[in-house]
T-cell receptor
Framework: EDQVTQSPEALRLQEGESSSLNCSYT??????LFWYRQDPGKGPEFLFT???AGEEKEKERLKATLTKKESFLHITAPKPEDSATYLC????????????FGSGTQLTVLP | NAGVMQNPRHLVRRRGQEARLRCSPM?????VYWYRQLPEEGLKFMVY????????ESGMPKERFSAEFPKEGPSILRIQQVVRGDSAAYFC?????????????FGEGSRLTVL
């Protein structure tokens, strides 16, 4: 069974204090790993897709990386508007099209 | 270009009633997915549909739950004889094709409360 574990569950940072979120996964064969951002009361918003170990993607203050066992979402010099829950999901080969999501990391950036 | 539209945003039902949740995908998208988010839990896949076809319903409970995506009109997730455990946020997502199916556009969700 595919599994995704995210850590920490919650993270509080001061504005400008860089950090990383972790996503560990177990999947029979990886079709893709996805990062989403979810604001309170809203639906998830797509951020990145990673397909193979060693791949990196960047968008503004966010950078996602992938190894064979885990992915990291690095946040550089965060701002209060980066506060949200960040979700990691995997799509396995042969699983049709469903995503298996982790429980998320709730990030709070204090001004 | 309107995003994924879900309604109602909030729905309250008593045990034993029926709940119907509607989802209009983004313009040009013909693939619809339903996910459920229970309190303090992650999103769980329920069903994947294309127009007039259910492609994968492996995540949907066998009893009381059904989904459709007719040729005309929105996709509908129907829950019959609701129980308290059905209380959750139900999210619909869409994608334009069957290639990049992990890059989903989500609606804002329908929050079902069962009294």
């Amino acid at each position: 069974e595919d599994q995704v574990t995210q850590s920490p569950e919650a993270l509080r940072l001061q504005e400008g204090e860089s950090s990383s979120l972790n996503c560990s996964y177990t999947v029979s064969g990886l079709r893709g790993l996805f990062w989403y951002r979810q604001d309170p009361g809203k639906g998830p918003e797509f951020l990145f897709t990673l397909y193979s170990a060693g791949e990196e993607k960047e968008k503004e203050r966010l950078k996602a990386t992938l190894t064979k066992k885990e992915s990291f979402l690095h946040i550089t010099a965060p701002k209060p508007e980066d506060s949200a829950t960040y979700l990691c999901a995997v799509q396995a080969t042969g699983s049709a099209r469903q995503l298996t999501f982790g429980s998320g990391t709730q990030l709070t950036v204090l001004p | 270009n309107a995003g994924v539209m879900q309604n109602p945003r909030h729905l309250v039902r008593r045990r034993g009633q029926e709940a119907r949740l509607r989802c209009s995908p983004m313009k040009g998208h013909s693939h619809v997915y339903w996910y459920r988010q229970l309190p303090e839990e992650g999103l769980k896949f329920m069903v994947y549909l294309q127009k007039e076809n259910i492609i994968d319903e492996s995540g949907m409970p066998k009893e009381r739950f059904s989904a459709e995506f007719p040729k005309e009109g929105p996709s509908i997730l129907r829950i019959q004889q609701v129980v308290r455990g059905d209380s959750a946020a139900y999210f619909c997502a869409s994608s334009p094709n069957s290639v990049n199916t992990g890059e989903l556009f989500f609606g804002e969700g329908s929050r079902l409360t069962v009294l």
